[in-house]
């Protein structure tokens, strides 16, 4: 049973713009704090930014100002603007429960910066 879905990664020059989407099922979206995180190969998986259920956002110093987290009740979606990207935030974005919750975790989606 699919219950996180993710999308809109892709191959974005330095100072360019992607929006990530994730769809989750409505159980999952309607009880935790929702987050993105993101995975490059060899490093620690981060929690870049999260959002509660009433709309309280938080983000990783590193990407404060930059990226934007919101979500859709109709839609159960959470969606990650990012914006001014740079070739360090390359990596493989997942979107799962805050805190982590390795049963909720989907197949992610590679965001690569480079000109």
Not at 3 to 8: A, D, I, M, N
Not at 84 to 108: F, I, N
């Amino acid at each position: 049973q699919v219950q996180l879905v993710e999308s809109g990664g892709g191959l974005v020059q330095p100072g360019g713009s992607l929006r990530l989407s994730c769809a989750a099922s409505r159980v999952i979206y309607s009880i935790y704090p929702m987050g993105w995180y993101r995975q490059a190969p060899g490093k620690q998986r981060e929690l870049v930014a999260s959002v509660t259920r009433v709309g309280v956002t938080d983000y990783a110093e590193s990407v404060k100002g930059r990226f934007t987290i919101s979500r859709d009740n109709a839609r159960s979606t959470v969606y990650l603007q990012m914006n001014s990207l740079k070739p360090e935030d390359t990596a493989v974005y997942h979107c799962s429960t805050v805190p982590y919750r390795p049963e909720y975790w989907g197949q992610g989606t590679q965001v690569t910066v480079s000109s």
